[in-house]
């Protein structure tokens, strides 16, 4: 069974950094691209960042690039999400998400954490 | 970056309907477009890849179809399970977006 288990989340102040952390189970991580998605709450679904499956590509909005960066360790079946100069407009559920192909839907979720930014 | 507009924004139907749920690309996106559900307090699930393909484990009164700007989910017969969300993505450039969403509810 495919399982993907985010943690990392929490409350944290304006101009901080947290990282965020995708366990996968149940497929050959290896094999997948992965990305990010986040849902402000009550909100629709915003696409954060794609990693490419050796992780030597990566893919980002201009909302977060050059304060986020995805990566992963394939040997430990782990998803990363680093993010720096956190703004109150990142308070959203991050979500990862199993990505088949580079255009492709994607096909697994996992249940998301919280990441609230505020003083 | 290519918006998604989708409509109508909520929708209001009786069990056993069938209903239509639009999403509109401001490009041309050929079929690299997705339908994804969500229930309240859930995690998004996929039901549609490119365009019109069925994803195993989705019943099948969920179709679609659509290519290049015009696109629409189609639910035929809706049950109460179907009170959802539901959202098109298009991972044809970069950066991927998703559309706004339809909101299904019951009469």
């Known amino acids: 069974e495919v399982q993907l288990v985010e943690s990392g989340g929490g409350l944290v102040q304006p101009g901080r950094s947290l990282k965020l952390s995708c366990a996968a189970s149940?497929?050959?991580?290896?094999?997948?691209?992965m990305a990010w998605v986040r849902q402000a709450p009550k909100k629709g679904l915003e696409w954060v960042a794609t990693i490419s499956t050796s992780g030597s590509r990566t893919y980002y909005p201009d909302s977060v690039k050059g304060r986020f960066t995805i990566s992963r360790d394939n040997a430990k079946s782990s998803l990363y999400l680093q993010m720096n100069s956190l703004k109150s407009e990142d308070t959203a559920t991050y979500y990862c998400a199993r990505h088949p192909t580079l255009y492709g839907g994607y096909d697994y979720w996992g249940q998301g954490v919280m990441v609230t930014v505020s003083s | 970056d290519i918006v998604l507009t989708q409509s109508p924004t909520t929708l209001s139907v009786t069990p056993g309907e069938t209903v239509s749920l639009s999403c509109r690309a401001s490009?041309?996106?050929?079929?690299?477009l997705h339908w994804y559900q969500q229930k309240t307090n859930e995690s998004p699930r996929l039901l549609i890849k490119?365009?019109?393909q069925s994803i195993s484990g989705i019943p099948s009164r969920f179709s679609a179809s659509g290519s290049g700007t015009d696109f629409t989910l189609n639910i035929n017969n809706v049950e109460f399970d179907d009170v959802s969300s539901y959202f098109c993505?298009?991972?044809?450039?970069?950066?991927?977006?998703f559309g706004a969403g339809t909101k299904l509810e019951l009469k």
């Open positions: 490009h041309s996106i050929g079929t690299n």
């Open positions: 993505q298009q991972t044809q450039s970069w950066p991927n977006t």
């Open positions: 149940g497929f050959t991580f290896s094999n997948y691209y």
């Open positions: 490119y365009a019109s």
